[in-house]
């Protein structure tokens, strides 16, 4: 038997629901970035940006923050990351070719837990390096070839920071 009329009788598509709370955004480090461009952003810990680079993703505006080799960390820091964060990102990368545990020690002594820093990335070297500072995860340069970050898009602030190899 034959339907002529069957195609209106069809069950519409399902409604789409409100937008996704949390957005994955996956960093990339010295890689070809694979996947939505709007979920993911790639640095190179070997070229870091010089300055600060103002950068958006899924509504998020993200800077990533480039610490030159010859400066101190702590100073460098304390001005750059509320410069930025005043520039109006929700978050900002940290790279370097430095240590990553002065990154990481540069950052401990600031008032870390009010800076929107969820990443820091810095060379590997001789000394032994917390994986993270407050809620803010510390990469060496080579340890991994990704980082994936989960933001809020309500509070656009970051919940969860998972390197992986």
């Known amino acids: 038997m034959l339907c002529l ?6 069950t519409p598509p399902a409604p789409q629901g409100p937008k996704k709370p949390r957005v ?8 070809e970035p694979q996947g939505d461009p709007q979920t993911t952003l790639a640095i190179s810990t070997k070229a870091p940006p010089k300055g600060r680079e103002m950068l958006e993703r899924s509504q998020l505006k993200l800077a990533v923050l480039g610490v030159p080799a010859d400066v101190d960390a702590q100073t460098f820091l ?11 990102a929700n978050a900002t990368v940290v790279v370097s070719t430095k240590c990553a545990a002065d990154l990481a020690r540069a950052i401990e002594k600031k ?7 969820p990443l820091v990335v810095g060379a590997s070297c001789d000394g032994q390096v917390k ?6 995860a510390v990469v060496e340069a080579g340890k991994a070839s990704r980082v994936r970050i989960v933001f809020d898009r309500h509070t656009q602030a970051f919940l969860k920071v998972d390197p992986i190899p």
């Not at 009329?5 to 069809?10: A, F, V």
């Open 131 to 136: 994986p993270t500072v407050g809620s803010a």
């Open 111 to 117: 008032i870390y837990v009010y800076w929107r820093v």
């Open 78 to 88: 304390e001005k750059a990351v509320p410069e930025a964060e005043a520039a109006g």
């Open 5 to 10: 009329g069957c195609s209106r009788h069809e």
């Open 24 to 31: 994955d955004l996956t960093v990339w480090l010295d890689g």
